[in-house]
């Protein structure tokens, strides 16, 4: 860009220089910081309005104003020491504040920044100086502070261990408490990567915190037990959230910790669960399965799972998986009995290009894709000779190598198995290799056929019927006495996968009324028929004094006493409602 031609005129000139004085005079007159200069003595000498409105008095009264006027006398010695350190060094000082006392005596606080001025001979003959009022900045920093110093008694005081980290999960800082429970001190951790903190333990934490960052979600109580060394056997609560900025700009995460082993040891104790994770049941068998679940969760080990057709293995896998340290790792399945052995071979582990006909690109298989987490071997008995070796290699070396290649793949899996077979008689007839046998049997878990756990059939009723009453958008009542206790009767050859479909098909077809006998399979309904009730029909007298001395017998615990008289929990609670029946707590 060509340079601007200087004006030669002197009226072009002058007219100039009018310009940028006027515009200089405006900025000098209308800033918001106040101007002043003063002799060495500390007299005013020029000022802007601005600072006539900072310190509060008139400009008449500004002219030849000494600083002490408008200060006590301990910001006054404060502010002599400063001038006179400028005077000394010939260096500005920048930013120093004081108070003020204006002249209706009320209090201010200002920022000032001071410069020596010298004349034509380059002797110091006084100072410029820039003051900006900051009394409210200041209360806002005090309040600011305050609340600081209450959020970090809070941190260090809460007993739920509190530790937050960045995007890249880096740790920015961590409570007292975080170093009892974990073993995390601040002053090691901070600005390291989470990974790398001195803890003994299986480090579910992490996974909990790197979900959180990759989904920007909260993660609520998610209970773990941590295997650490210092401290066996603590089961803790997880729970995270993402951690943003006043103005919502994503920060990073932050995790609390809670101990909660002594609350988990009372509720094995004094309660009876119905459900763990998507497992229905109250039974004692039900409850044994939940306990060695809950003992096996965090353990590194292969699992077994046995039962016949129906009865929830895959259910239970899911279960094994997310109770674990793996949780946020893959879950991974594979039905065995699906597919010819070339193509399960290929799904299991992998292939190269060409490694067959059809084979036009690298394929990764199952174990690859399970690698840190979880891989389910559904129906794992129908395996062939060929593929059982292939396995028993994976499961004794952590390696394999895809169709095709000679390349060793390293793999981190757990493995579990699931079957409907007797494999020990399999082993037997020399259809399945004992050795990989014992590998998969290290621990079994046997569960048991609806027609063994029929105390169970109400709670799987209900919670049937609400799975499908929400998916189908419609209301049931419940289940009739005469459905339930035809339940209660029948064997149930498909165990609750057969449940499960009866009551879809109940719901299809009893359109918003209460599931009757006509809208069961009828092989199930001739259970009632053939069998008759379950429980001798009372007379209508009498109903109310068998449902009072059912829910005496149970604690008063409704949804035992429905299963105490064969009944769905919704029938229990009409039942209570016709007959406006009370419990002694209500009666008080």
């Given at each position: 860009?060509?340079?601007?031609?200087?004006?030669?005129?002197?009226?072009?000139?002058?007219?100039?220089?009018?310009?940028?004085?006027?515009?200089l005079l405006t900025v000098f007159l209308e800033i918001e910081d106040g101007y002043v200069e003063c002799d060495l003595a500390g007299f005013t000498q020029y000022f802007n309005p601005a600072l006539c409105r900072i310190v509060g008095y008139p400009a008449r009264e500004m002219k030849g104003m000494g600083y002490k006027?408008?200060?006590?006398?301990?910001?006054?010695?404060?502010?002599?020491?400063?001038?006179?350190?400028?005077?000394?060094?010939?260096?500005?000082?920048?930013?120093?504040?004081?108070?003020?006392t204006r002249k209706d005596g009320s209090k201010s606080v200002v920022e000032i920044s001071i410069t020596l001025r010298r004349n034509k001979e380059g002797e110091p003959d006084g100072y410029r100086c820039i003051m900006r009022d900051v009394t409210d900045r200041r209360k806002a920093e005090m309040e600011l502070a305050k609340h600081k110093t209450r959020l970090e008694a809070i941190f260090?005081?809460?007993?739920?261990?509190?530790?937050?980290?960045?995007q890249d999960l880096k740790v920015i800082d961590a409570n007292k408490a975080a170093a009892t429970l974990c073993g995390i001190a601040a002053k090691n951790v901070k600005n390291n990567p989470f990974a790398l903190?001195?803890?003994?333990?299986?480090?579910?934490?992490?996974?909990?915190?790197?979900?959180?960052?990759?989904r920007?979600?909260?993660?609520r109580e998610f209970q773990v037990e941590c295997n650490h060394k210092q401290r066996p056997q603590q089961k803790v609560s997880l729970s995270s959230a993402p951690l943003e900025s006043q103005d919502g700009e994503f920060l990073g995460a932050v995790l609390v910790i809670r101990d909660i082993t002594r609350l988990v040891d009372l509720e094995r104790e004094l309660q009876e669960r119905n459900q763990f994770h998507n497992i229905i049941g109250a039974s004692h068998k039900m409850q044994a399965v939940y306990q060695l679940l809950e003992n096996l969760a965090d353990f590194e080990t292969t699992v077994l799972i046995t039962g016949e057709s129906g009865t929830g293995k895959e259910l239970v896998a899911k279960a094994l998986h997310h109770t674990g340290s793996r949780a946020f790792k893959p879950f991974v399945s594979v039905n065995c009995s699906a597919l010819a052995e070339n193509l399960l071979e290929s799904e299991l582990f992998g292939h190269v290009k060409g490694a067959f006909t059809g084979a036009i690109r690298d394929y990764q298989g199952r174990f690859q894709a399970a690698?840190?987490?979880?891989?389910?071997?559904?129906?794992?008995?129908?395996?062939?000779?060929?593929?059982?070796?292939?396995?028993?290699?994976?499961?004794?070396?952590?390696?394999?190598?895809?169709?095709?290649?000679v390349q060793p793949i390293k793999v981190d899996v757990r493995v579990i198995a699931c079957t409907n077979q007797d494999l020990?008689?399999?082993?037997?007839?020399?259809?399945?290799?004992?050795?990989?046998?014992?590998?998969?049997?290290?621990?079994?878990?046997?569960?048991?056929p609806l027609r063994e756990r029929r105390e169970d059939i109400p709670l799987l009723a209900d919670h049937f019927t609400a799975r499908f009453e929400k998916k189908f958008n419609i209301t049931i009542p419940g289940v009739s006495d005469k459905v339930m206790n035809a339940f209660m009767n029948y064997h149930w050859p498909g165990n609750v996968r057969e449940l499960e479909h009866s009551i879809e098909r109940a719901t299809v077809l009893c359109r918003d009324k209460m599931i009757s006998l006509e809208h069961i399979?009828?092989?199930?309904?001739?259970?009632?028929?053939?069998?008759?009730?379950?429980?001798?029909?009372?007379?209508?007298?009498?109903?109310?004094?068998?449902?009072?001395?059912?829910?005496?017998?149970?604690?008063w615990n409704k949804a035992k006493a429905a299963r105490l008289l064969g009944v769905s929990r919704k029938t229990i609670y009409r039942k209570i409602e016709k007959y406006g029946i009370q419990s002694p707590a209500e009666n008080m």
């Open positions: 860009m060509a340079k601007e031609k200087e004006p030669q005129d002197p009226l072009e000139l002058l007219e100039k220089v009018t310009q940028e004085r006027d515009a006027t408008y200060l006590d006398k301990e910001n006054a010695q404060q502010v002599f020491r400063v001038f006179n350190e400028v005077y000394l060094t010939g260096q500005p000082k920048k930013a120093f504040n004081y108070e003020i260090r005081s809460v007993k739920d261990a509190i530790v937050t980290v960045d903190c001195p803890t003994d333990c299986c480090q579910a934490c992490r996974d909990v915190l790197a979900e959180t960052l990759k920007k979600t909260a993660i690698h840190t987490g979880t891989l389910l071997l559904d129906e794992i008995g129908d395996i062939s000779p060929r593929i059982q070796l292939k396995l028993l290699r994976v499961l004794q070396e952590r390696e394999f190598e895809r169709v095709g290649d020990k008689e399999k082993v037997r007839l020399g259809e399945f290799r004992e050795d990989l046998y014992y590998r998969l049997n290290v621990m079994e878990i046997k569960l048991p399979p009828g092989e199930i309904a001739e259970a009632y028929s053939l069998a008759g009730p379950r429980l001798k029909k009372q007379p209508a007298a009498d109903e109310p004094n068998e449902i009072i001395d059912a829910l005496k017998r149970t604690g």
